[in-house]
């Protein structure tokens, strides 16, 4: 599929459908998406790495989730302040949240856009899905059972 | 101006309706650039939910606070009454710890207090059209597009460390509850290991909010045991050496009133206190606790709680000191006027007549498709 960067695929594709990947809450509440593969990304990327994605964005979320010396550390401090320290300073989490967001935008624009796909960081759905997007190219006619516009003229 | 407004009523139906398939499909028919709003809205002005906002988004609080201004009057007041009459005799009969002790005391509790009303207790934010679609489409519903019926209730279930647990669909935010979230119909949103809806505190209290909470009412216990025994000390002081109580009481009849609302809100404050660091211990939360959800069942200990580490150690640590989750709604962001994933913005030109008619077409091409 012919989408070179991410810039091209917004503007001159149109919106197919979307996939949401959801949580896996197998191991009790911490953040961890399912690893299924979804069908309708059958003809449009490889498994592999799709599976690789989530789990690498498991194991993220896993560690900002961790609980040993770093987040007692930063937890008894907290209490100590009694949590001033909040307000000043950016936790852990939020440290791994910016990797995560970079993390995406990096697979977005090797790996997905080039297959018409876009990934949107869980946390813009409050972390409840992995929302990935299928493009169609305009020119094309649609080779998915799905409602893309086919009547536009120019793409640009 | 501060206050946050409703969110359009497109995004929640007073009655339930099956999602409309032509929001998946295409964007409504979009107005022309003239009509687009003039500046960019944050989201916690178009949130959905019962919470009002101040400081541009900053601070979060319920919709009904009513109780809040009176708690921080009661704080306030019989703290100021400590520090005013009890303080000075006190630091001239016994030592000068005492205002260093109260002092620490009085700061931990507003600022935990402040910290309780105002911090997000961990709301979930609604589901987008597309993703409610998603769902629905996922569940089984043979009646196919009708509305004004209410489909049955929905439950999934998952298997957490050995235990089956029913997730419920939660219908007014378009969601499967993820396990220990609940619906509060004060606020109402979902809230994140829901604990409880505090009025004293004017807020939910949730996962993000709910190590504050425990601070507020720890610290609020040894506060007002703190000044019932200072009080108490002071007026046994003043009534030794001859003089009798009721001098003492007219000498300083600050104390007296201390006295009374210490001794009726340090049992309750001191026995919430109490259950909650049962709670805290055991990894369980106040819905639960009420709701039998993991007791009662067989007589057995705490075996029915999955989320348990089962050590006490454990727990504390993971409910007090765990990672503080991050606020999922974003109060602050701008609402997005062409979001940048949906088919593209009005620079494509299209007459609104055909743009239409093909719509209508692909909308039944997909909803068969989902039918089908």
Same mark, same amino acid.
């Given at each position: 599929?012919?989408?070179?960067?991410?810039?091209?695929?917004?503007?001159?594709?149109?919106?197919?459908?979307?996939?949401?990947?959801?949580?896996?809450?197998?191991?009790?509440?911490?953040?961890?998406?399912?690893?299924?593969?979804?069908?309708?990304?059958?003809?449009?990327? !490889?498994?592999?790495?799709?599976?690789?994605?989530?789990?690498?964005?498991?194991?993220?979320?896993?560690?900002? !989730?961790?609980?040993?010396?770093?987040?007692?550390?930063?937890?008894?401090?907290?209490?100590? &302040?009694?949590?001033?320290?909040?307000?000043?300073?950016?936790?852990?989490? !939020?440290?791994?949240?910016?990797?995560?967001?970079?993390?995406?935008?990096?697979?977005? !624009?090797?790996?997905?856009?080039?297959?018409?796909?876009?990934?949107?960081?869980?946390?813009?759905?409050?972390?409840?899905?992995?929302?990935?997007?299928?493009?169609?190219?305009?020119?094309?006619?649609?080779?998915?059972? &799905?409602?893309?516009?086919?009547?536009?003229? &120019?793409?640009? | 101006?501060?206050?946050?407004?409703?969110?359009?009523?497109?995004?929640?139906?007073?009655?339930?309706?099956?999602?409309?398939?032509?929001?998946?499909?295409?964007?409504?028919?979009?107005?022309?650039?003239?009509?687009?709003?003039?500046?960019?809205?944050?989201?916690?002005?178009?949130?959905?939910?019962? @919470?009002? +906002?101040?400081?541009?988004?900053?601070?979060?609080?319920?919709?009904?606070?009513?109780?809040?201004?009176?708690?921080?009057?009661?704080?306030? *007041?019989?703290?100021? *009454?400590?520090?005013?009459?009890?303080?000075? +005799?006190?630091?001239?009969?016994?030592?000068?710890?005492?205002?260093?002790?109260?002092?620490?005391?009085?700061? +931990?509790?507003?600022?935990?207090?402040?910290?309780?009303?105002?911090?997000?207790?961990?709301?979930?934010?609604?589901?987008?059209?597309?993703?409610?679609?998603?769902?629905?489409?996922?569940?089984?519903?043979?009646?196919?597009?009708?509305?004004?019926?209410?489909?049955?209730?929905?439950?999934?279930?998952?298997?957490?460390?050995?235990?089956?647990?029913?997730?419920?669909?939660?219908?007014?935010?378009?969601?499967?509850?993820?396990?220990?979230?609940?619906?509060?119909? *004060?606020?109402?949103?979902?809230?994140?290991?829901?604990?409880?809806?505090?009025?004293?505190?004017?807020?939910?209290?949730?996962?993000?909010?709910?190590?504050?909470?425990?601070?507020?009412?720890?610290?609020?216990?040894?506060?007002?045991?703190?000044?019932?025994?200072?009080?108490?000390?002071?007026?046994?002081?003043?009534?030794?050496?001859?003089?009798?109580?009721?001098?003492?009481?007219?000498?300083?009849?600050?104390?007296?009133?201390?006295?009374?609302?210490?001794?009726?809100?340090?049992?309750?404050?001191?026995?919430?206190?109490?259950?909650?660091?049962?709670?805290?211990?055991?990894?369980?939360?106040?819905?639960?606790?009420?709701?039998?959800?993991?007791?009662?069942?067989?007589?057995?200990?705490?075996?029915? @709680?999955?989320?348990?580490?089962?050590?006490?150690?454990?727990?504390?640590?993971?409910?007090?000191?765990?990672?503080?989750?991050?606020?999922?709604?974003?109060?602050?962001?701008?609402?997005?006027?062409?979001?940048?994933?949906?088919?593209?913005?009005?620079?494509?030109?299209?007459?609104?007549?055909?743009?239409?008619?093909?719509?209508?077409?692909?909308?039944?091409?997909?909803?068969?498709?989902?039918?089908?």
């Amino acid at each position: 599929m012919p989408f070179h960067n991410l810039q091209e695929l917004r503007h001159s594709a149109s919106l197919a459908t979307k996939v949401f990947i959801q949580r896996d809450y197998s191991d009790g509440t911490i953040c961890k998406f399912l690893t299924k593969f979804p069908a309708e990304l059958d003809s449009r990327i !490889e498994r592999s790495l799709f599976e690789e994605t989530v789990k690498t964005l498991n194991c993220y979320y896993a560690e900002a !989730e961790k609980i040993g010396s770093q987040s007692y550390l930063e937890g008894c401090l907290a209490c100590a &302040t009694a949590y001033i320290i909040f307000l000043c300073m950016e936790t852990r989490y !939020e440290k791994i949240l910016k990797k995560i967001s970079m993390y995406i935008q990096e697979q977005n !624009e090797k790996i997905y856009a080039p297959r018409g796909l876009l990934l949107t960081d869980p946390i813009e759905r409050g972390m409840r899905v992995i929302e990935i997007s299928i493009f169609e190219d305009s020119g094309s006619t649609s080779s998915s059972s &799905t409602g893309s516009s086919p009547s536009s003229a &120019t793409a640009q | 101006m501060l206050d946050g407004r409703r969110a359009p009523r497109r995004m929640k139906n007073r009655e339930y309706q099956q999602i409309d398939p032509q929001a998946l499909a295409t964007p409504p028919p979009r107005p022309p650039p003239e009509h687009m709003p003039k500046r960019a809205r944050r989201k916690w002005e178009v949130f959905p939910g019962k @919470n009002r +906002f101040c400081c541009d988004g900053r601070i979060i609080v319920a919709r009904q606070s009513g109780v809040l201004p009176l708690t921080l009057a009661l704080i306030v *007041l019989t703290s100021g *009454l400590f520090f005013i009459f009890d303080c000075p +005799f006190l630091v001239e009969h016994l030592t000068g710890c005492i205002p260093a002790i109260g002092g620490v005391l009085f700061v +931990f509790v507003i600022i935990s207090l402040l910290q309780t009303s105002f911090t997000d207790p961990g709301i979930l934010p609604r589901a987008t059209p597309e993703e409610a679609a998603d769902i629905e489409k996922q569940i089984d519903n043979p009646t196919g597009l009708s509305s004004s019926y209410r489909p049955p209730p929905r439950t999934k279930e998952v298997v957490i460390n050995q235990q089956v647990v029913k997730l419920k669909y939660c219908f007014t935010c378009k969601i499967f509850r993820p396990p220990r979230t609940s619906h509060c119909s *004060l606020c109402d949103n979902c809230v994140e290991r829901f604990d409880h809806h505090c009025p004293w505190v004017g807020n939910c209290v949730g996962k993000r909010n709910y190590r504050f909470f425990y601070t507020f009412i720890v610290s609020l216990s040894f506060l007002t045991a703190f000044i019932f025994g200072c009080a108490t000390t002071h007026l046994a002081l003043r009534s030794q050496g001859g003089n009798g109580l009721v001098v003492a009481l007219q000498a300083s009849p600050a104390s007296a009133l201390e006295l009374v609302v210490c001794f009726f809100s340090v049992w309750s404050i001191v026995g919430l206190s109490g259950f909650h660091t049962y709670l805290v211990a055991a990894n369980l939360t106040t819905n639960e606790d009420i709701k039998g959800s993991w007791s009662g069942k067989s007589g057995n200990e705490d075996v029915g @709680n999955p989320y348990s580490y089962n050590s006490i150690i454990k727990n504390c640590c993971s409910v007090l000191c765990g990672p503080m989750p991050p606020s999922l709604i974003d109060r602050r962001g701008f609402v997005p006027s062409d979001d940048s994933v949906q088919t593209r913005p009005v620079e494509i030109e299209l007459p609104a007549a055909k743009n239409d008619i093909n719509m209508e077409k692909d909308c039944l091409d997909f909803a068969l498709s989902c039918a089908g």
